[in-house]
């Protein structure tokens, strides 16, 4: 049975090598904008850990970091313009949001093709990341994994 390190070094290089497959065949390569509000230490760590991993696997990754007073308002037309920005290709918000701030409201604005679908496994977590050009497809999505060191 393989180790969860192995498995995480071997998914990754998997990564890179389609990313590089997608840049030689003229595919559209996954461009991930993480938007993240204030300072919380847990979320700073986990949003340096998904960049780190973008980074080591080809993948063009944007933080968009706010300070915490920053309005709903704004923050929702933040998310309406990434959800008309033709070079993201997904994205994510980084939870929790402070008080004032609906995170029921800030997942409802996020466009349906741009939605990265979180999913925990233990400490692997993945993304999927769909595209406008890839919705013409029947569920044809590109994922990447990013992984915690928790």
Same mark, same amino acid.
């Given at each position: 049975? *393989?180790?969860?390190?192995?498995?995480?070094?071997?998914? $990754? *290089?998997?990564?890179?090598?389609? !990313?590089?497959?997608? $840049?030689?065949? %003229? #595919? #559209?390569?996954?461009?991930? &904008?993480?938007? *993240?509000?204030?300072?919380?230490?847990?979320?700073?760590? +986990?949003? $340096?850990?998904?960049? &780190?991993?973008?980074?080591?696997? %080809?993948?063009?990754?944007?933080? +968009?970091? +706010?300070?915490?007073? #920053?309005?709903?308002?704004?923050?929702?037309?933040?998310?309406?313009?990434?959800?008309?920005?033709?070079?993201?290709?997904?994205?994510?918000? *980084?939870?929790?949001?402070? $008080?004032?701030?609906?995170?029921?409201?800030?997942?409802?604005? !996020? &466009?349906?093709?741009? #939605?990265?679908?979180?999913? &925990?496994?233990?400490?692997?977590?993945?993304?999927?990341?769909?595209?406008?050009?890839?919705?013409?497809?029947?569920?044809?999505?590109?994922?990447?994994?990013?992984?915690?060191?928790?």
């Amino acid at each position: 049975m *393989q180790n969860i390190k192995e498995y995480v070094a071997e998914r $990754k *290089q998997q990564i890179k090598n389609e !990313i590089e497959y997608r $840049k030689l065949n %003229g #595919i #559209i390569i996954p461009h991930l &904008a993480i938007i *993240q509000v204030g300072n919380v230490s847990a979320s700073n760590t +986990y949003v $340096k850990n998904k960049i &780190a991993d973008c980074e080591a696997c %080809g993948v063009t990754c944007e933080l +968009y970091h +706010y300070d915490e007073d #920053i309005s709903e308002t704004h923050l929702l037309k933040i998310i309406e313009d990434l959800n008309n920005d033709n070079v993201i290709t997904g994205f994510i918000v *980084q939870f929790p949001l402070p $008080k004032h701030i609906s995170e029921a409201k800030v997942m409802q604005a !996020i &466009a349906t093709e741009k #939605i990265n679908q979180l999913l &925990a496994v233990g400490a692997e977590m993945e993304y999927t990341f769909t595209s406008k050009a890839d919705l013409s497809q029947p569920r044809k999505s590109f994922a990447v994994k990013a992984w915690t060191s928790h």
